[in-house]
């Protein structure tokens, strides 16, 4: 009954009637705005920004903004808005998807909520699919916008990061969906303020928005860079390690594959290395390397845990001990056996930043979309992105003759059977635009052409400059073009002299696509604005979608017909609507896809908006970063001592908590075990904070220029910040990766993903807090500190003040990160044993894990 309800008055019927009525009062304005001069209209800007600032809505000025812009298109650009974009603008302001046919004037219609919402100075996206688009549309649609007295932006891959900056800080920006999506994800790697393009996301309008947040929403956007570090240093890093002698210079614990370089060990290493300070900021590549040759050399076992096959390590699986082909260690590890083993050393690359598109754009404040094919998704689009589609009415009627489909028993038959009919259609005149699937149908096509002496265009969506201009002349008189389906998509196909008369356009298909909008949006190139056209597609039985889903089915309606032989050819309405049916479930499928990947992209997105925000709240910090750093340096400290002192107190391993002293807060030679002997537990994590207060005043001390620890504080939090989050991007890929095959235990792959992985990011807080500790405790500190980038190769190493660290918080209004356990220490906890003894050793073997920053594969 709900739903029945809601039916009703949601139906696109009354939404249109509600939007009429703003349409008739935005007209009413025609003839005030048509009497204003060129200056009276352009004042129309500054004023309608002065009372938005002063607290007018958006909605209370939309009425006679959409007027002043109207009457300026039609002065600047010889366009007036018809009353049908009027309702297609209002329905973009309003944070919806309008779906408008081909040739209806999306551009022009676009300008409109664009100007309304420029008005608020915070910025307007409009996204095109492509460089091409994005550019023509800045140009002509940006003469209106200027005249109009707004500032406009273009943003290309091509352009530089000021140019880039520039764009962003124009009241509307032009630019495709990958370039924002990269940009988004490069700023929340830059390490200054000022390296910062975007300055938010307030409203965008994705044109081709079924395209973009659809069809590309199954690829994520990802940012890769090479592992920090080189070949020699690996191999000097081996060299160095096979030298060292069990137990005296370094440990190893089996049972959590970890391992540390004893006192003795640190000596050698630095003597070595010829440093000072192995655990200075400037040595984190070089102690990375040393741990990673510690591991391949005394953890990881030939024969075991990989394989030497044709100069090549490869990995073991632990499970099936099959070799894991095309697998490699990430973070360094599998270069470091490389080195153990001789052979040569491959490039390593990691993830340095990942997004997908359906994330990126539910950012947006509000978003909005246009297309010519969005119905048929409208479950998707109000599910994933609270966006309703409006089907906008015609300016015209459709005349446009769509002709059911043809099945052919063979593609053979099908492909001469389209060679015929354009040469038919060519023969007289009329242009013909055939729409392929595949390249592969497209040159076989051509041939076929070539043969009968047709010229013709082929078009394959690698050159967008070319390809619309070739779409633009499809409509001469006489004109053949072949392009898959997609092709053109943004331009109009306008029909040359004479060939109204002729039919107007032709479109053939053929083959049905996967989806029924991309077979919507090629139909859609003829008939525009009331001019006559045809479309009709060519099937076979052995098309690829007909073999996957539809053709037992049409083969019992061929059979009921008694259709056969090689020229056999049925046209039909039903056939037409099993086809259709098989797309329905193709598209289905699609669906499950693409909300599988948002499910999984969720978990790193609360992830992602933690370790984002809190690390821009470091970046923007002008006066102190104590209140960030000291209780990292308490949690630290307090889970070393409670990992450490379980039991009665002649149980306690004080030996550990002395051995992390030495290592992580102050000078070695000034504590002892015996300083801590005979104290309670609270006294030991008063007397090593006292300790670590002691070291930072003298830091402070020496750091007594202008923001000089400032400076000093976000060098040492951006590094180890970005160092980790993209080691935990790497593991939570492999995660993704190989936790399919969880479902064969009977478990639910998405739960264990959710559950593994906030494991893993509280276990990277907690290395967070222990790396950031120990460098600001431990490094020599130096003027004129410089920070630097991940993204650049350098290694390690990134709102609401009263930050507690990067510990989890609340990243939108109602929804906790519960998962994250906010307030928690930063240790896990298992329940696989109930004792307390093996409780205690598995936090210990944890927390040795976290003291070196690794995390078993």
Do not use: C
């Amino acid at each position: 009954m709900a739903k029945f309800i809601e039916k009703i008055f949601d139906s696109n019927k009354t939404v249109l009637k509600r939007y009429g009525k703003i349409a008739d009062k935005i007209e009413a304005l025609e003839e005030d705005m048509a009497g204003l001069s060129d200056d009276e209209l352009k004042a129309r800007t500054p004023e309608f920004q002065r009372r938005y600032s002063e607290g007018e809505s958006l909605d209370d000025l939309l009425v006679e903004t959409f007027a002043t812009v109207r009457e300026a298109a039609k002065r600047v650009l010889g366009l007036f808005p018809y009353r049908v974009q009027l309702i297609g603008g209002i329905t973009l302001h309003e944070g919806n998807i309008a779906e408008m046919k081909t040739g209806e004037g999306k551009t022009l219609t676009a300008t409109l909520p664009v100007y309304l919402n420029a008005v608020s100075g915070k910025g307007v996206h409009v996204v095109t699919v492509n460089d091409y688009l994005a550019t023509r549309d800045s140009e002509e649609m940006g003469e209106l916008y200027r005249w109009l007295g707004l500032t406009v932006g273009l943003n290309l891959n091509s352009k530089g990061a000021d140019e880039k900056r520039e764009a962003f800080a124009a009241d509307i920006t032009y630019t495709t969906n990958n370039e924002i999506g990269f940009d988004y994800l490069r700023d929340n790697m830059a390490v200054y303020k000022s390296q910062l393009t975007l300055r938010g996301l307030n409203f965008a309008i994705v044109d081709e928005v079924d395209s973009i947040l659809v069809d590309e929403a199954r690829t994520p956007l990802i940012i890769s860079g090479p592992q920090s570090g080189s070949t020699a240093l690996y191999n000097r890093a081996d060299f160095f390690v096979k030298s060292l002698t069990y137990d005296e210079d370094y440990t190893v614990d089996v049972q959590s594959k970890s391992v540390a370089l004893t006192e003795l060990g640190i000596d050698k290493a630095e003597k070595n290395f010829n440093t000072d300070n192995l655990y200075d900021l400037e040595n984190q590549t070089l102690l990375h390397h040393i741990d990673q040759a510690l591991r391949a050399n005394s953890i990881m076992e030939r024969d075991v845990d990989y394989v030497v096959h044709e100069d090549e390590v490869k990995i073991v699986d632990g499970f099936t001990g099959r070799i894991m082909e095309g697998r490699r260690y990430s973070d360094g590890l599998h270069q470091a056996i490389e080195a153990k083993e001789n052979v040569e050393i491959q490039d390593e690359s990691k993830t340095l930043a990942t997004i997908t598109f359906q994330n990126l754009f539910r950012m947006y404040d509000k978003l909005s979309g246009m297309t010519g094919t969005a119905k048929t998704e409208e479950e998707e689009f109000r599910e994933i992105y609270d966006m309703d589609v409006i089907v906008i009415p015609t300016n015209e009627p459709i005349i446009r003759e769509d002709k059911p489909d043809l099945i052919y028993p063979t593609l053979q038959s099908k492909f001469e059977a389209v060679a015929e009919e354009i040469k038919r259609r060519h023969e007289k005149g009329q242009p013909v635009l055939v729409g392929t699937v595949a390249v592969e149908t497209s040159e076989l096509l051509s041939q076929l052409l070539q043969k009968e002496g047709i010229p013709h265009e082929v078009l394959n969506a690698k050159n967008h400059f070319k390809e619309a201009e070739i779409v633009q002349t499809a409509g001469e008189k006489g004109a053949v073009t072949i392009a898959t389906n997609m092709a053109g998509r943004g331009t109009d196909i306008k029909l040359g002299p004479g060939v109204k008369e002729l039919g107007g356009l032709a479109v053939i298909g053929t083959e049905r696509h996967e989806s029924r909008r991309i077979d919507n949006q090629l139909r859609g190139r003829a008939g525009r604005q009331g001019d006559p056209g045809a479309s009709q597609f060519y099937l076979s039985l052995e098309d690829d979608l007909m073999r996957r889903f539809g053709s037992e089915a049409i083969q019992r309606v061929l059979e009921t017909f008694r259709i056969e032989g090689e020229d056999a050819v049925i046209q039909s309405g039903m056939v037409s609507r099993q086809v259709e049916s098989a797309q329905e479930r193709v598209e289905g499928n699609n669906y499950d896809v693409r909300r599988n990947v948002l499910k999984y992209d969720d978990v790193m997105r609360e992830q992602r908006e933690v370790i984002y925000a809190q690390r821009n709240e470091v970046m923007d910090e002008q006066e102190s970063l104590k209140y960030v750093t000291v209780p990292m340096i308490r949690r630290t400290v307090q889970t070393i001592v409670e990992t450490n002192t379980f039991g009665n107190q002649e149980e306690w391993n004080l030996s550990n908590i002395v051995d992390f002293a030495k290592s992580s807060l102050v000078n070695p030679d000034t504590i002892e075990e015996s300083d801590l002997e005979g104290l309670s537990r609270q006294q030991i994590e008063d007397y090593l904070l006292g300790r670590a207060k002691e070291v930072y005043n003298e830091k402070e001390e020496i750091l007594n220029g202008p923001n000089q620890l400032l400076e000093f504080e976000k060098v040492v939090i951006l590094r180890v910040v970005d160092s980790k989050w993209t080691d935990h991007i790497d593991q939570m890929d492999h995660l993704r990766q190989g936790i399919g095959l969880r479902s064969y235990g009977q478990e639910n792959p998405l739960t264990i993903y959710q559950q593994e992985g906030y494991r893993k990011f509280e276990e990277m807080i907690s290395s967070i807090d222990f790396e950031i500790t120990r460098l600001l405790m431990k490094s020599q500190v130096r003027q004129n500190l410089e920070r630097e980038a991940v993204n650049e190769g350098k290694v390690s190493t990134n709102k609401n003040k009263r930050m507690s660290g990067f510990r989890p918080k609340q990243t939108q209004p109602g929804k906790k990160l519960e998962d994250f356990r906010s307030n928690a220490t930063p240790r896990t906890h298992s329940s696989s044993d109930s004792s307390e003894e093996a409780e205690a050793n598995r936090r210990l073997n944890r927390r040795q894990r976290r003291r070196l920053g690794k995390e078993e594969k």
